[in-house]
Nanobody, 127 residues
């Protein structure tokens, strides 16, 4: 599998913002629906946001709706997650994921829907 590389994590105060990026190869990015997940210590990996291969259809977990925005930069082969008004409960390792060979306008919410994962980037929100 070709590698996904996340960047942009860090420490921020509650109410602040961070922007995560996920870089993929052109081949992966051009054929994939993309998603963001997160995992806090002792918890299961959970869905955060997704964007379709085409049209740019998006989907969000209720906990982040209105605060997070997912987007694709087709020129740079990256998917971004803009996170605003961060809360301490947003603290987790954030993972980028690709569902490859998916040529549709569908978004995907389940961990099992994705077949290519990044290594994760830590986001810590202090109160």
């Amino acid at each position: 599998q070709e590698q996904l590389v996340e960047s942009g994590g860090g420490l921020v105060q509650a109410g602040g913002s961070l922007r995560l990026s996920c870089a993929a190869s052109r081949r992966t990015f051009a054929s994939s629906a993309m998603g963001w997940f997160r995992q806090a210590p002792g918890k299961e990996r959970e869905f955060v946001a997704a964007i379709s291969w085409a049209v740019g259809r998006t989907d969000y977990a209720d906990s982040v709706k209105g605060r997070f925005t997912v987007s694709r930069d087709n020129a740079k082969n990256t998917v971004n997650l803009q996170m605003n008004n961060l809360k301490p409960e947003d603290s987790a390792v954030y993972y980028c994921a690709a569902r490859t060979l998916t040529y549709s306008t569908t978004t995907y919410r389940s961990v099992g829907d994705y077949d290519n994962w990044g290594q994760g980037t830590q986001v810590t929100v202090s109160s």
